[in-house]
């Protein structure tokens, strides 16, 4: 079993939906991670998380560490949103805040 | 202010080769980790350096080796390559080591290997 797993893989939304993505992991962390990775690769980091809850824009970030549980909650979605979600941990026991941890990612279409 | 830097962007390899990868942080930004990313294992840590010393290594074999230079700048170098090295190799800087130090990732070098 991974140490991180999203779901769900592969999500189609029509503009304007609210989208949620989940991730949950088995091990204690340090951090949680939700990156963006466009089409040609390059990531971007949206949020960093280690309890609460977060907001950027349509973009909402929450966290439970006792559940071991984060979700990804776009509001409005719109076709420029089309990407891959990653979430990654930063487990306690690599001492390290960039050893990170992934999960395998979910593919968000946004169709117009 | 400039972005994280990863150069080259496409490389294409013969086995058994080798390659060294460069990757230019944020400026200002001292610490500097290394990513693989591949269809079938997805994204996995490779290194994490910080003042010039290697901090921590992902598993990964002894052909993957890398350093970081008194300016911060970053290479990393797979010798022998291997087919199975075909893969986007991504870096990502931050200021400093706290887990409250946010990550900038660069575009990645994509190399394949033939």
């Known amino acids: 079993k991974n140490e991180v797993e999203q779901s769900p893989q592969n999500l189609t939304a029509q503009e304007g939906e609210f989208i949620t993505i989940n991730c949950s992991y088995s091990?204690?962390?340090?951090?949680l991670h939700w990156l963006q990775q466009h089409p040609g690769g390059g990531i971007v980091s949206l949020f960093m998380l280690s309890s609460g809850k977060k907001k950027h824009g349509r973009l909402i970030a929450t966290i439970n560490i006792q559940e071991k549980h984060s979700s990804l909650h776009i509001t409005a979605s719109h076709p420029r949103d089309s990407a891959v979600y990653i979430c990654a941990v930063s487990p306690i026991s690599s001492g390290s805040a960039r050893q990170l941890t992934f999960g395998s990612g979910t593919q968000l279409t946004v169709l117009p | 202010k400039a972005g994280v830097t990863q150069t080259p962007r496409y490389l294409i390899k013969t086995r058994g080769q080798q390659v060294t990868l460069s990757c230019s942080p944020i400026s200002g930004h001292r610490s500097v980790s290394w990513y693989q990313q591949t269809p079938g294992q997805g994204l996995q840590f490779l290194f994490e350096?910080?003042?010039?010393?290697?901090?921590n290594k992902g598993n990964f074999p002894g052909r993957f080796s890398g350093r970081q230079f008194s300016n911060s700048r970053s290479e990393m170098n797979v010798s022998t390559l291997e087919l199975g090295d075909s893969a986007l190799y991504l870096c990502?800087?931050?200021?400093?080591?706290?887990?409250?130090?946010?990550?900038?990732f660069g575009n990645g070098t994509r190399l394949t290997v033939t």
């Open positions: 350096y910080f003042s010039e010393t290697q901090r």
């Open positions: 990502a800087s931050s200021l400093g080591l706290s887990y409250n130090s946010p990550l900038h």
């Open positions: 091990v204690g962390i340090s951090a």
